[in-house]
């Protein structure tokens, strides 16, 4: 079994930073690609940014600029650092890996975790 469990989520100001991390356990050989997708209130899942292994990013046009991925493959962890949170960012983020085991390569999403900016 593969989980992905999301935390670092909550209620922030406007102009606030806010840092989102994603850890991937159980039965993993390895971790391609890793990102973030977010869903706010009545709109559809947007990609938000997404790192390869070799760390190769790509953002989403919405977020370019104040959001910064990255991540510890040692850790199976990926991190969302954003800047300068608008109140237009409030959304539930999700975690995203693309998932190697021991058979078989699946895509796996995390539960979301709430990010609110309040103006």
């Known amino acids: 079994q593969v989980q992905l469990v999301e935390s670092g989520g909550g209620l922030v100001q406007a102009g606030g930073s806010l840092r989102i991390s994603c850890v991937a356990s159980?039965?993993?050989?390895?971790?391609?690609?890793m990102g973030w997708y977010r869903q706010a209130p009545g709109k559809q899942r947007e990609l938000v940014a997404t790192?390869?292994?070799?760390?190769?990013?790509n953002y989403g046009d919405s977020v370019k600029g104040r959001f910064t991925v990255s991540r510890d493959n040692s850790k199976n962890t990926v991190y969302l650092q954003i800047d300068n949170l608008k109140p237009e960012d409030t959304a539930v983020y999700y975690c995203?890996?693309?998932?190697?085991?021991?058979?078989?390569?699946?895509?796996?999403w995390g539960q979301g975790t709430q990010v609110t900016v309040s103006s």
């Open positions: 159980g039965r993993i050989f390895s971790i391609n690609t």
């Open positions: 790192i390869t292994s070799g760390g190769s990013t």
């Open positions: 995203n890996a693309e998932i190697r085991g021991r058979y078989a390569t699946g895509q796996y």
